[in-house]
């Protein structure tokens, strides 16, 4: 199966900037075929980006994801309050669809 | 606008069998779409447990088939999720989810329930 590694684990920064997440797979992800969740305490995950950098319906343009093969990454610019939370990726080129550990962004 | 909700026992003993129920609303399963089932342990990440399809066509993680059984039943609108032998490795969170009509992940989510293995 496919590992995903994200990086960082953590990301502490302040509502304004610019968050950069990353997700690296152990090999090459067919189709790029790679999908973003941003996941809140206690709350469903939320569908954010498919394909790589396709935005789900109801994503805001400042979220974008970017990436092929076996480098991917998600782009939050301007941060929002809402925003911090925890993101996964997840690979379903090939089976079994595999996600990756996850990174919180945090406050600063 | 559609709604899934996990229920079932939120504690096991080892060796048991986890069996876990998702009720779908806003959406006939019969209608089409693969449903799923995903789950998270404590300070871990989240994995795909397995899919099926209203007519019965079934998809299982390898590192988890030989104890697992997803069922549906279009009747309740409902789909369950049964985990034999477990243990304490299977102590997570349980999502239900709607894969999306493009591909194989999840636009459609349950809040998930906890199930604790435990004696």
């Known amino acids: 199966e496919i590992v995903l590694t994200q990086s960082p684990g953590t990301l502490s920064l302040s509502p304004g900037e610019r968050a950069t997440l990353s997700c690296r797979a152990g090999q090459s992800v067919s189709g790029d075929y790679l999908a973003w969740y941003q996941h809140k305490p206690g709350q469903a995950p939320s569908l954010l980006i498919y394909g790589a950098s396709t935005r789900a319906a109801g994503i805001p343009d400042r979220v974008s994801g970017r990436g092929s093969g076996t480098d991917f990454s998600l782009t939050i610019s301007r941060l929002e309050p809402e925003d911090f939370a925890v993101y996964y990726c997840?690979?379903?080129?090939?089976?079994?669809?595999?996600f990756g550990q996850g990174t919180k962004l945090e406050i600063k | 606008q559609v709604q899934l909700q996990e229920s079932g026992p939120g504690l096991v003993k080892p060796s048991e069998t986890l069996s876990l129920t998702c009720v779908v609303s806003g959406y006939s399963i019969s209608s089409g779409y693969y449903w799923g089932w995903i789950r998270q342990p404590p300070g871990k990440g989240l994995e795909w447990i397995g899919s099926i399809y209203h007519s019965g066509s079934i998809f299982y993680n390898p590192s988890l088939k030989s104890r697992v059984t997803i069922s549906v039943d279009t009747s309740k609108n409902h789909f369950s999720l049964r985990l034999g032998s477990v243990t304490a490795a299977d102590t997570a969170v349980y999502y239900c989810a709607r894969r999306h009509a493009s591909g194989d992940y999840f636009n459609y989510w349950g809040q998930g329930t906890l199930v604790t293995v435990s004696s």
């Open positions: 997840q690979q379903y080129g090939s089976s079994p669809q595999t």
